[in-house]
Structures are given as structure tokens and as C-alpha cells.
């Protein structure tokens, strides 16, 4: 299935709110909580169709559409990986750092909901350098392109990420949804975990119905590492 991110920007942009990139606070520093799907080409028009009938009814609101394209060199140490991350179009190289994490599942309808230990890095960081180079000692896992598209939506003064990605290593690609919870409204008071993951209850209701809720646990960086060990039996 090859994604059109173009379509997709354009059935959104003309939602977006005209106060975009409103201001919000990280609520659990360097932690990110998400939940991913498996989906189809013909599940992704549903669930664009089914996000747009919400913002219609003003039940969620658009902050911003960006549109990316990514090279990840993936390295792992134990229960730590880190990318390196070029973007294209730019000349700056990120380090992107998670754990293994843990899952956790919403009261309402049992959806996993991955929670981990995240850092990204830019040149400009003090740290950037030491981590650079700290990295290329560590076990290389495997390389892939990335395109993708991030939909950020405000909800109840709280903001997620919608990330509909698609990532190839060459021999093999990878497609998935992330709704990966952002932060907080300054206007309101910092939720705890808990509240967080039953949040996600509620905005998933407004993207997916039940019908289109196939939840899957598996990173690029598993799928990555399935991919290598099947080549190497080959």
C-alpha cells in the first residue's frame, strides 16, 4: 500500500485552526505515552473521513499538519536504542533515544497504550556529541526511510500527535498509525497518569470506531529486527 501524504494534507489543511500552534506544557517530561494501529488503504480513508466529521462537530480541532521524511539508522544497547535521524531537506542530524517501555491498558475499551522513556536531540544540545559518539560503539540494528504525516489535535485543552507513517527498508515495508499523547493546555491543571490513560478512551473514540480499532504492539524497531532475522534465514 503506498500512502498519499499530499491527499491527506489537503483534505486537513482547511481545518486547521487559525490560532495554530497554541501554547502547551510537557506533562510528564521525556515520557511518551502512545498507542499504534494496523490499518489498510481503505481503513485510512475511514479514518481520515470519520477525524474530519469530529472536527466538523468541534469535538477535536487541528493545531498543525507537517508532512516528513526521515532516514533512521537504528543502534541498540540492552534495553536502550537510539536513532540517528536525517531529515531530508535539512542538514541537521537528531538522536532520538527510547526504552523498551511498558504497556498499560485504558478501563474502557482495553486499549494498549505503550508508555516509555523518550529523548530527542539536536546538534545544538550540549550532550549531542558525546551521545553521537557514544552511539556508533553500540550494536548497529538495521537502517529505513520514513515518510510521514503528523496531525496535531487539541482535545479537551489536551494535545496528541496523529502520525500516519509509512517506513521501507528496501526489501520490506511497514505501515502504521501512532496517537501519541503531547501535553497539557497552560489553562488547565497537569493530569496524572492515570487520567492520561483514560484520556485515551475518549480520543480514540473520535478516531477510530469499533470497527477500525486492529491495535497492534509492535515498534519499527521490532519490525526492523523480525526483518533482518528473516533475511538472515533466507
Avoid at 503506498?2 to 502547551?24: G, M, P, Q, S, T
Avoid at 559518539?133 to 510521514?148: A, C, D, H, I, R
Wanted: proline share 2%; with cysteine; charged share 30%.
Amino acid at each position: 500500500m503506498k500512502i498519499n501524504f499530499n491527499v491527506i494534507a489537503r483534505k486537513l489543511n482547511r481545518y486547521l485552526l487559525a490560532d495554530k500552534r497554541r501554547k502547551y506544557k510537557q506533562s510528564f517530561l521525556n515520557t511518551e505515552f502512545e498507542c499504534k494501529i494496523i490499518f489498510n488503504s481503505a481503513g485510512l480513508n475511514e479514518i481520515i473521513q470519520f477525524m474530519i466529521t469530529n472536527i466538523r462537530n468541534e469535538k477535536i480541532e487541528i493545531d498543525e499538519i507537517a508532512q516528513r521524511k526521515e532516514l533512521h539508522h537504528f543502534y541498540g544497547n540492552r534495553n536502550v536504542h537510539r536513532a540517528f535521524i536525517f531529515l531530508v531537506g535539512s542538514r541537521e542530524v537528531w538522536i532520538k533515544e527510547k526504552s523498551d517501555g511498558n504497556v498499560t491498558y485504558s478501563p474502557q475499551y482495553n486499549i494498549p497504550v505503550l508508555i516509555r522513556r523518550e529523548k530527542k536531540l539536536r546538534p545544538t544540545d550540549l550532550i549531542y556529541s558525546k551521545l553521537f559518539l557514544e552511539t556508533l560503539k553500540w550494536n548497529y540494528v538495521g537502517s529505513f526511510q520514513k515518510e510521514s504525516i503528523d496531525i496535531s489535535l487539541w482535545f479537551k485543552k489536551f494535545l496528541y500527535t496523529v502520525t500516519i507513517a509509512e517506513s521501507d527498508t528496501g526489501w520490506s515495508k511497514f505501515t502504521q498509525i501512532e496517537i501519541e499523547y503531547d501535553g497539557h493546555s497552560p489553562h488547565v491543571k497537569r493530569p496524572n497518569k492515570k487520567t492520561v490513560i483514560s484520556l485515551f478512551d475518549e480520543i480514540m473514540s473520535l478516531l477510530l470506531t469499533q470497527s477500525m480499532m486492529r491495535f497492534t504492539m509492535e515498534t519499527k524497531l521490532q519490525w526492523l529486527k523480525s526483518n533482518r532475522e528473516n533475511l538472515s534465514k533466507k
